[in-house]
């Protein structure tokens, strides 16, 4: 088993760049996709990056994702930041030695 | 439009029971893997548990097995939650989500319904 760790908060003012860590705690990042989610209240979450950095049709691509195996982590970034871009943010892996998904613990992005 | 929609939820004591279910629509039900996700109040996503394509392999979250019990009906493009000896930590949003795969590599969940509300509490 594995745990994904992400920071409890970023925040960043409009037309900025943020990053999103997704840190995972045993094994390698590289051995099962990293998918990212928008989670805002009242409503289902929405991918916004799968497979580490591929974006879903009607995902701008000022958002992008990429992995780091020395680092072993994941990571979401969102460049010019708009007001519409508030919310959580959910990484997410597969462990295929339980055969479930694990979710990292959440992102509150702010825009200032 | 692919569509999933929840039903089932509400407010049951602890130790009680609830079955949720899950209907599919805009897509071939039996080609894809089906998970339960939930959200705790104030907290993050958790996964709950998945069904494989023709219901024979099944996973749980270790704080769940044994007390729920996720299956599934083709024909009738549907998927339950079986919820048993419920707590008050069950209490949250759940959502069934549709499990994407390329080839032997999980892809994540690509299609989300609205969620239904699961409330245990004396």
């Known amino acids: 088993n594995f745990m994904l760790t992400q920071p409890h908060s970023v925040s960043g003012s409009p037309g900025k760049t943020i990053t999103i860590s997704c840190t995972r705690s045993?094994?390698?990042?590289?051995?099962?996709?990293v998918q990212w989610y928008q989670k805002r209240p009242g409503s289902a979450p929405a991918t916004v990056i799968f497979e580490d950095s591929q974006r879903p049709s009607g995902v701008p691509d000022r958002f992008s994702g990429s992995i780091d195996d020395s680092s072993n982590s994941a990571s979401l970034t969102i460049s010019g930041l708009k007001t519409e871009d508030e919310g959580d943010y959910f990484c997410q892996s597969y462990d295929a030695h339980t055969q479930g998904l694990v979710f990292g613990g959440g992102t509150k992005v702010t825009v200032l | 439009e692919v569509q999933l929609v929840e039903s089932g939820g509400g407010l049951v004591q602890p130790g009680g029971s609830l079955r949720l279910s899950c209907t599919g629509s805009g897509f071939t039900f039996s080609d894809f893997w089906m998970s339960w996700v939930r959200q705790v109040p104030g907290k993050g996503l958790e996964w709950v548990a998945n069904?494989?394509?023709?219901?024979?392999?099944?996973s749980y979250i270790d704080s769940v097995r044994g007390r729920f019990t996720i299956s599934r009906d083709n024909d009738k493009k549907s998927l339950f939650l079986h919820m048993n000896n419920l707590r008050a930590e069950d209490t949250g949003v759940y959502y069934c989500?549709?499990?994407?795969?390329?080839?032997?590599?999980?892809?994540?969940?690509?299609?989300w319904g609205q969620g239904t509300t699961v409330t245990v509490s004396s």
């Open positions: 045993s094994g390698s990042i590289a051995s099962n996709y």
């Open positions: 069904i494989k394509k023709d219901g024979s392999e099944t």
């Open positions: 989500a549709r499990d994407k795969w390329t080839l032997f590599l999980h892809c994540g969940l690509d299609v």
